[in-house]
Protein backbone atom coordinates (compact mmCIF):
# COMPACT_ATOMS: atom_id res chain seq x y z
CA UNK A 1 0.00 0.00 0.00
CA UNK A 2 1.68 3.21 -0.92
CA UNK A 3 2.19 5.50 1.75
CA UNK A 4 3.02 8.75 -0.33
CA UNK A 5 1.03 10.52 -2.52
CA UNK A 6 -2.03 13.42 -2.69
CA UNK A 7 -5.31 12.32 -2.91
CA UNK A 8 -5.49 13.70 -6.91
CA UNK A 9 -3.21 10.72 -8.23
CA UNK A 10 -5.10 7.13 -9.66
CA UNK A 11 -3.72 4.34 -7.94
CA UNK A 12 -5.01 0.22 -9.00
CA UNK A 13 -5.36 -2.26 -6.69
CA UNK A 14 -7.08 -5.01 -6.41
CA UNK A 15 -9.67 -5.99 -3.95
CA UNK A 16 -11.15 -9.33 -2.33
CA UNK A 17 -14.59 -9.42 -0.49
CA UNK A 18 -17.09 -12.11 0.07
CA UNK A 19 -19.79 -12.69 -2.98
CA UNK A 20 -22.38 -11.77 -0.58
CA UNK A 21 -20.45 -8.16 -0.09
CA UNK A 22 -20.04 -7.91 -3.70
CA UNK A 23 -23.48 -8.16 -4.22
CA UNK A 24 -24.52 -5.07 -1.26
CA UNK A 25 -21.70 -3.09 -3.22
CA UNK A 26 -23.41 -4.24 -7.01
CA UNK A 27 -26.67 -2.76 -5.24
CA UNK A 28 -25.21 0.38 -3.20
CA UNK A 29 -23.53 1.32 -6.74
CA UNK A 30 -26.74 1.22 -8.77
CA UNK A 31 -29.25 2.89 -6.10
CA UNK A 32 -26.34 5.39 -6.25
CA UNK A 33 -25.98 6.29 -9.89
CA UNK A 34 -22.64 5.02 -9.60
CA UNK A 35 -21.27 3.92 -12.76
CA UNK A 36 -19.15 0.94 -11.63
CA UNK A 37 -17.82 -0.56 -8.48
CA UNK A 38 -14.73 2.28 -8.60
CA UNK A 39 -16.88 4.81 -8.09
CA UNK A 40 -18.89 3.06 -5.50
CA UNK A 41 -15.95 2.15 -3.76
CA UNK A 42 -14.87 5.59 -3.64
CA UNK A 43 -17.84 7.58 -2.30
CA UNK A 44 -18.15 4.82 0.46
CA UNK A 45 -14.26 5.92 1.18
CA UNK A 46 -14.74 9.19 1.12
CA UNK A 47 -18.23 9.06 3.12
CA UNK A 48 -15.99 6.88 6.00
CA UNK A 49 -13.43 9.83 5.73
CA UNK A 50 -15.44 12.63 6.30
CA UNK A 51 -17.60 10.70 9.24
CA UNK A 52 -17.43 11.93 12.45
CA UNK A 53 -15.40 9.52 14.10
CA UNK A 54 -12.46 9.99 11.70
CA UNK A 55 -11.63 13.85 11.72
CA UNK A 56 -9.57 15.58 14.22
CA UNK A 57 -10.56 18.51 16.04
CA UNK A 58 -8.21 20.81 13.85
CA UNK A 59 -8.88 19.67 10.71
CA UNK A 60 -11.62 22.41 8.45
CA UNK A 61 -14.68 20.62 7.59
CA UNK A 62 -17.96 21.42 6.05
CA UNK A 63 -20.79 20.80 7.60
CA UNK A 64 -24.70 20.70 7.88
CA UNK A 65 -26.14 21.32 11.18
CA UNK A 66 -29.94 20.07 10.43
CA UNK A 67 -32.59 21.60 13.61
CA UNK A 68 -36.45 20.39 13.25
CA UNK A 69 -38.11 22.36 15.81
CA UNK A 70 -41.88 23.50 16.53
CA UNK A 71 -43.37 26.55 14.24
CA UNK A 72 -43.30 30.07 16.79
CA UNK A 73 -40.34 28.50 18.57
CA UNK A 74 -37.75 31.07 18.84
CA UNK A 75 -34.22 28.83 18.54
CA UNK A 76 -31.98 29.94 21.26
CA UNK A 77 -29.19 31.74 19.82
CA UNK A 78 -25.55 30.61 20.48
CA UNK A 79 -22.93 33.11 20.00
CA UNK A 80 -20.54 32.36 17.22
CA UNK A 81 -17.94 34.73 18.48
CA UNK A 82 -16.71 31.61 21.07
CA UNK A 83 -16.05 29.44 18.09
CA UNK A 84 -13.60 31.83 15.99
CA UNK A 85 -13.24 29.70 13.19
CA UNK A 86 -16.71 29.00 12.24
CA UNK A 87 -18.44 30.39 9.39
CA UNK A 88 -22.18 30.31 8.48
CA UNK A 89 -22.46 30.27 4.87
CA UNK A 90 -25.90 29.14 4.55
CA UNK A 91 -29.22 29.37 6.23
CA UNK A 92 -32.69 27.52 5.31
CA UNK A 93 -35.96 27.28 6.59
CA UNK A 94 -38.77 25.20 5.67
CA UNK A 95 -42.44 24.65 7.32
CA UNK A 96 -42.40 20.71 6.93
CA UNK A 97 -46.09 20.64 8.63
CA UNK A 98 -48.24 23.16 10.11
CA UNK A 99 -46.75 22.93 13.26
CA UNK A 100 -43.04 22.50 12.89
CA UNK A 101 -39.68 23.79 11.11
CA UNK A 102 -36.57 22.51 9.36
CA UNK A 103 -33.78 24.69 9.58
CA UNK A 104 -30.10 23.63 7.09
CA UNK A 105 -27.31 25.34 8.34
CA UNK A 106 -24.30 25.10 5.81
CA UNK A 107 -21.01 25.68 8.23
CA UNK A 108 -17.51 26.09 8.25
CA UNK A 109 -14.45 25.67 10.39
CA UNK A 110 -12.70 23.65 11.85
CA UNK A 111 -13.70 20.25 12.97
CA UNK A 112 -14.02 21.03 17.01
CA UNK A 113 -15.40 24.41 16.20
CA UNK A 114 -17.94 22.85 14.40
CA UNK A 115 -18.55 20.34 16.54
CA UNK A 116 -18.95 22.19 19.74
CA UNK A 117 -21.50 24.92 17.92
CA UNK A 118 -23.48 22.82 16.84
CA UNK A 119 -23.46 20.27 20.01
CA UNK A 120 -25.43 23.45 21.37
CA UNK A 121 -27.44 24.19 19.26
CA UNK A 122 -28.95 20.70 19.23
CA UNK A 123 -29.19 20.02 22.56
CA UNK A 124 -31.76 23.14 23.00
CA UNK A 125 -34.98 22.10 24.92
CA UNK A 126 -37.67 21.23 21.74
CA UNK A 127 -35.06 21.08 19.15
CA UNK A 128 -34.57 17.88 17.29
CA UNK A 129 -30.79 18.43 15.78
CA UNK A 130 -27.61 16.73 13.96
CA UNK A 131 -24.32 17.46 12.35
CA UNK A 132 -23.46 16.07 9.20
CA UNK A 133 -19.79 16.58 8.14
CA UNK A 134 -20.12 16.24 4.41
CA UNK A 135 -16.15 17.09 3.27
CA UNK A 136 -12.55 17.72 5.00
CA UNK A 137 -10.00 20.21 3.83
CA UNK A 138 -8.44 17.70 1.92
CA UNK A 139 -11.34 16.24 -0.03
CA UNK A 140 -11.82 19.75 -0.83
CA UNK A 141 -8.79 20.33 -2.16
CA UNK A 142 -9.18 17.31 -4.16
CA UNK A 143 -12.35 19.07 -5.99
CA UNK A 144 -10.26 21.85 -6.80
CA UNK A 145 -8.23 19.83 -9.30
Not at 14 to 38: I, Y
Not at 87 to 112: D, M
Request: charged residues 20%; glycine residues 12%; positive net charge.
Amino acid sequence: MPVEGTMGSTTRFGVSMDGDLVELLDQFAVAGGHANRSEALRSLVRNELTSDTSVGDGDDVVGIVTLIYRTGKRLPSVAVSAYPSLRISANLQLHIERQSCIKLLVVQGTAGDVRGWAARLTSRQGVIGRLTICATGEILRELRR
